[in-house]
C-alpha cells in the first residue's frame, strides 16, 4: 500500500492522565474575581454550580491529572481518534508541506465536546447530582451533555442559542434523541431571559445569554448543578486528550509539527491539540508555532481588550481576565455558532497575550470555501467552525508552497458538518454574507466593560 | 480496563478480495432476461450502462476478486471499519447474549454506501468515463457516489426520491458540497418521469422511479454511464468487505455469531455482513441463523412475490428473478427511505427462496423505539434503515433472556442518522405514523408482473 495517511492507536494509549498546563506557567494566570467584593473566588464560591472534584481541577498546578477508569472506559468508543495525513489535500495544493489533522468528529456526538462532557458527568454522578444545566450555541457541547447525562443517568437542561436553535433544529432533535430539554434562548423561563426578551422580542440570542440564563436555572434549582463546555481551566483540561494522542500519532508518523492550528470560539478545542505543544516548549522542548483562528465577525483574540469580564450577559459569574469584546457584545449570526462568545478562556487568552501563542480571524466566506476544497479531496464535510482551521492550516500550506519550504502542519479538525449543512447550501449559492459587527456596539461594549482596579 | 468493546483492525487487514456467493451456490441464480426476447442478457446488453469491468464482476463465478489497490487505498480513510460489543445496551436488556455490532457509519458519507461507490467510481474512471448516472432513496447512496465522484473526477447527477428530497434536505445539501447535481424525482427531465408527473403532479416518487429516470438519462447523454446502489451482484460484491472484516473481528472478540442481521432494501448491507457466513456455512462450515429485517410497509421478502420483474417502474431494464411487490407499487413514504424498493436484489431473494436465510418484517414505531434505546446507552444515533436490525437483535437478545440461553448476535449498524433527525423528532412528539400500503394496490401491482414462460 502507499505511503500511509491513518496513524491509530489501540485503546491501550488512551491517555491515562490529562495534561494541565497551569504546572509549567512562567507567569501565573490572574486570579477569579468575586463579582461583589473583586476579591480573589475561593473554592467555596464555586460550590452551587460545581462538584468539588471540578473546583479543584479547576485551580489544581499538578501537571497530570488522572483520567478515571469508567472516563477512559466511555472514551474508547471513539478514542484514540485517528490521525491522518491530509495526501489528497496536499496534491491539490501542489505544496511541500505535511498536512496532518487530528480527527474528533468519530465521536457520537461528532465533535470534541464529549472529552469533556464524559467526565463532567461522571464527576457530577459520583457527587450524587442528577439534574444539569447548560448553555450551548451550535448545539455541539449541549448534544455532548446530552449523551453524557443519557450514559449516567442525568437529566439535562440545555439553553440554545436562539439563532442556532432556528438554523440547526437537527442538533436540537439529536439532544433530544438523547432525552435531554433544549431550550431556545433567550426564553420566558428565566429572569435574565425575560429581561431580554422585553428590551427585543427577536433578540438572536448569543452564548453569554444562554450562560445567564443557565446559571439562573441552576441556582434556582435544588439538586441541580451547572456544566460549562468551554472557557475553564477544568474544561480546556479535559481536551488534551486531544494533543496528547497526537503527539503520539506523529511519532508514529516519524514527523513532529512545525505548526499547530485550532479554532478558537471560548478555546476548548485549540487548548486541547495545543496545550501538550504548548507545555513541551515551556518545559524547553521542540519549538513551534501554534496558531488560533477566530471568525472576523466576534474576534475576541484579535479585536477584543485583555480585561476582567463577566462570562454571561446578566453578570451571574465570576470575573474572570480574557481577552472580550464585552459582555454586553451580541456577536452577528454566522453559522460558526460555537464561535459565538464575547470572550475567550482565560488560560488561551493568558498564552496570547504572554506571546506564546498568534491570533488570526477569518469572515465566513472563506472557511467554507475552505471546507468545500477539504470535502472534495479529503471526503470529510467539517463543521463551521473547523473550518476556521482548515482554512489557516491551507494558507499555511500555501505559504510553504510559494516560499518552496516544507513544514509540518498539524491541525485540529474539531467535528464533522452534519448539522450545518444549511450553511454549506447558502454558501454554495452564494447566499452566504460576510457578517460583521457594528464598531459602535463593540466600542460601547467594550466601555462598559467592569472597572477592576485589582488588576 | 474493563472487558472489551471496541475491535480494531489495521489498515493492513483491509480485505485484499471481495467475496462472491456465486461460487458457492449449490442451486445456479436464475439468469437475467433480455425484456424483449426473454432470452438470459448477454454482456453486450449491458455495455451501454456499465463499464466491461463492473459487467465481469456482475457474471463472475470466481469466489475472491482482487480490490484493486487504489480502492484499498481509499477504504484506508475509514476501513477497516470497527466492530464493537454491545455491552451497555446488553445490561440494559439484562440478557445473556452477547450483542456485537459492525459499525458502517463511519465513513464519510455516513453509511455503507461508499464501500461500492468508490470501486464503482474507479472502474468507471478507468474506463474513461467522466460523467454518472444513478438514484438515490434516502441519498445515503447518492452522497456516496457523490463523495466517490469527487475524488475521481467524475460528475454525478442523482435523481432523488421526491419524497425523501423533502424529508432530507440536508443529503441534499451533503451532495452539492461533494460537487453533484440533485434532482428530485419525478422530474420533468426525462420521458419517465413526465409520464409520472402528468399522471400525478403530487407524486411522492420511488426508487423504481428514480431507477427509470437515471437509466434514461444515461442512455439519452453520450459519454455518461449509470450506477447503482443496490441489487446488482456486484454491488453486493463489493459489500462483503463488512462480513469478511467482521469474522476477523469476532476472532478477536474470541467468539463466533449465532446470528447475523442486516436490514434489507434492495440487499447490499445485508449481503456485505451476511454472504461470507452464508459462504461458509454453504461450504460445509459452522452453522449460523442469518435475519433479513424489512419495512412492514415494503415487505418484498415476506409479503412479495418470486418472480421476474423490472427493476424500475418505466421498464427500461432488464428482467431480474427477485422477489417483488411489482414494479408499479409505491411504497407509502415512511423515513427509512433506503428500504422503499419494491424488489430485492436476485441473490439475496434466491437465498431467501432456498431457505437459507430467514427474513421479517417491522412497522417504523418499534424501530424507532430501538433506534432510541439504543441511542441512549450506545450512544449512536442509527439511520432509520439501521434500525430495522437493532430492533431484530434487540428482540433476538429479549428472547435469549426468556429462554435462559447465551447466544452471540452480530448486527450490521449500517449508518448513522443524522441526516434523518426530523424523524426522531416526529416519532419522538408522537408524530410518526406506522404508514402501510393498500392490499388493493398490492394486488394489481402483482397482478401486473410481466409474464415470462421461461421462468
Known amino acids: 500500500m502507499a505511503d500511509r495517511v491513518k496513524f491509530l492507536l489501540d485503546d491501550s494509549r488512551i491517555p491515562r492522565a490529562w495534561y494541565n498546563l497551569l504546572a509549567d506557567l512562567p507567569v501565573p494566570l490572574p486570579p477569579v474575581l468575586h463579582p461583589g467584593t473583586h476579591q480573589p473566588l475561593g473554592p467555596d464560591d464555586l460550590a452551587p454550580l460545581f462538584p468539588a472534584s471540578l473546583i479543584a481541577q479547576e485551580v489544581s498546578t499538578q501537571r497530570e491529572i488522572e483520567i478515571p477508569e469508567p472516563v477512559r472506559e466511555i472514551y474508547r468508543q471513539w478514542r484514540p481518534s485517528p490521525l491522518f495525513r491530509a495526501r489528497r489535500l ?78 440547526k433544529p437537527y442538533r436540537r432533535a439529536l439532544m433530544e434523541a438523547w432525552g435531554a430539554k433544549c431550550i431556545a434562548s433567550p426564553s420566558p423561563t428565566t429572569a435574565a431571559g425575560r429581561a431580554i426578551l422585553a428590551a427585543r422580542a427577536d433578540h438572536p440570542g448569543s452564548l453569554g445569554i444562554a450562560i445567564s440564563e443557565a ?58 491539540i495545543a496545550f501538550p505543544y504548548l507545555g513541551r516548549r515551556l518545559r524547553g522542548g521542540r519549538a513551534v508555532r501554534i496558531i488560533a483562528v477566530e471568525p472576523a465577525a466576534c474576534p475576541s483574540l484579535t479585536r477584543g481588550r485583555y480585561a476582567y469580564d463577566f462570562g454571561d450577559t446578566a453578570h451571574l459569574t465570576p470575573l474572570v481576565k480574557m481577552h472580550t469584546l464585552g459582555s454586553t457584545f451580541t456577536p452577528p449570526g454566522f453559522h460558526a455558532g460555537g464561535l459565538r462568545y464575547h470572550g475567550m478562556a482565560p488560560l488561551v487568552s493568558h498564552v496570547a497575550q504572554q506571546g506564546w501563542i498568534e491570533a488570526r480571524a477569518y469572515p465566513q466566506n472563506d472557511c467554507f470555501a475552505a471546507g468545500i476544497q477539504f470535502a472534495r479531496v479529503e471526503g470529510i464535510v467539517p463543521a463551521p467552525e473547523a473550518n476556521h482551521a482548515v482554512k489557516a492550516a491551507i494558507d499555511e500550506a500555501v505559504r510553504c508552497r510559494e516560499e518552496g519550504v516544507s513544514r509540518s502542519i498539524l491541525f ?36 462598559a466593560l467592569p472597572s477592576v482596579s485589582s488588576s
Chains 1, 2 share one sequence.
Open 412 to 447: 485540529n479538525l474539531c467535528g464533522h458538518g452534519h448539522f450545518d449543512m444549511q450553511a454549506y447550501t447558502d454558501y454554495l449559492s452564494g447566499k452566504l454574507q460576510d457578517l460583521t459587527y457594528s464598531e459602535e456596539e463593540l466600542a460601547m461594549a467594550l466601555a
Open 90 to 167: 496536499e496534491q491539490a495544493l501542489q505544496t511541500p508541506a505535511r498536512i496532518y489533522y487530528k480527527w474528533e468528529g468519530v465521536s457520537p456526538a461528532g465533535s470534541h465536546k464529549p472529552n469533556t462532557a464524559v467526565p463532567q458527568a461522571f464527576y457530577n454522578r459520583e457527587a450524587g447530582i442528577r439534574r444539569l444545566a447548560t448553555e450551548t450555541g451550535a448545539g455541539q457541547w449541549g448534544s455532548s451533555l446530552a449523551f453524557a447525562g443519557a450514559l449516567f443517568g442525568i437529566d439535562v437542561t440545555v439553553y440554545m442559542v436562539r439563532v442556532s436553535y432556528g438554523q
Open 215 to 272: 446559571v439562573e436555572a441552576t441556582l434556582a434549582t435544588p439538586g441541580t448543578k451547572y456544566a460549562l463546555g468551554s472557557v475553564l481551566n477544568h474544561v480546556l483540561l479535559h481536551q488534551t486528550v486531544i494533543g496528547i494522542e497526537a503527539m503520539e500519532q506523529m511519532l508514529l508518523a516519524d514527523d513532529e509539527p512545525d505548526i499547530v492550528i485550532g479554532c478558537t470560539g471560548g478555546g476548548s478545542n485549540f487548548a486541547g
